[in-house]
């Protein structure tokens, strides 16, 4: 089972800020993706990463994928309360043979206050 | 609305009883996939069914089982359940039988309590 580590694990910022969350593996990835979660909602695709090196930009927020396919990051700008949200990685393995699922990673709790 | 639907939203129950969670996937969507979500474990896949076939099986209990029937609506049966199987269950629907890089659609997830 391929592990997705995800950092911070919280983060708490203030309206106007930037900041950028993180996510790492051991593993090559075919590729990425970032799904926000707010409560009492399943996740919600943002984007989805393929290419090594690859960036995104969706408004304020700019997704990055690893030239090595193991990393990835997601940078807000100028950081709104309407951000706060679950921020989940995923990934879906190299192909093995088997059937491939999409696997999360442990996710980043944005709080951004007014 | 993801079109993804789950139901009941709530459910509180006591220790060794038996639920069944249901799910009906987003139109023309083949593929089901059962997701558990508890604070220390994260989102953790189960089990996930394609046209009514079992396709691919992660960390779900021997005391869970799941099935897909001929209209593609999924069902997740818990039984002799315990306080740590407290968690969001989640259903996801996509088009594919295996992960091509495309997104899953959620539904809004059933809070189990189990008391």
């Known amino acids: 089972t391929q592990l997705l580590e995800q950092s911070p694990q919280f983060l708490s910022i203030q309206e106007g800020e930037n900041l950028t969350v993180y996510c790492n593996s051991s593993s090559v990835f075919s590729s990425l993706q970032w799904y926000r979660q707010e409560p009492g909602e399943g996740p919600v695709l943002l984007v989805t990463?393929?290419?090594?090196?690859e960036v995104k930009k969706l408004k304020r927020l700019t997704f990055q994928f690893g030239d090595a396919r193991k990393d990835s990051s997601l940078h807000i700008t100028a950081a709104q309360p309407g951000d706060t949200g679950l921020y989940l990685c995923?990934?879906?393995?190299?192909?093995?043979?088997?059937?491939?699922?999409?696997?999360f990673g442990s996710g980043t709790q944005l709080t951004v206050l007014p | 609305d993801s079109g993804v639907t789950q139901t009941p939203k709530h459910l509180i129950t006591a220790t060794g009883q038996r639920v069944t969670l249901r799910c009906s996937p987003r139109s023309g969507d083949l593929s089901v996939y059962w997701y558990q979500q508890s604070l220390d474990q994260g989102l953790q896949f189960l089990i996930q069914y394609y046209n009514g076939e079992e396709r691919a099986k992660g960390n779900i209990l021997e005391r869970f089982s799941a099935q897909q029937f001929p209209d593609l609506h999924s069902e997740l049966n818990l039984s002799s359940l315990e306080l740590g199987d407290s968690a969001l269950y989640f259903c996801?629907?996509?088009?594919?039988?295996?992960?091509?890089?495309?997104?899953?659609?959620f539904g809004s997830g059933t809070r189990l309590t189990v008391v």
């Open positions: 995923a990934g879906g393995a190299v192909p093995s043979g088997s059937a491939r699922q999409l696997t």
């Open positions: 990463v393929v290419t090594g090196g």
């Open positions: 996801a629907s996509s088009e594919h039988s295996d992960w091509l890089g495309y997104g899953y659609t």
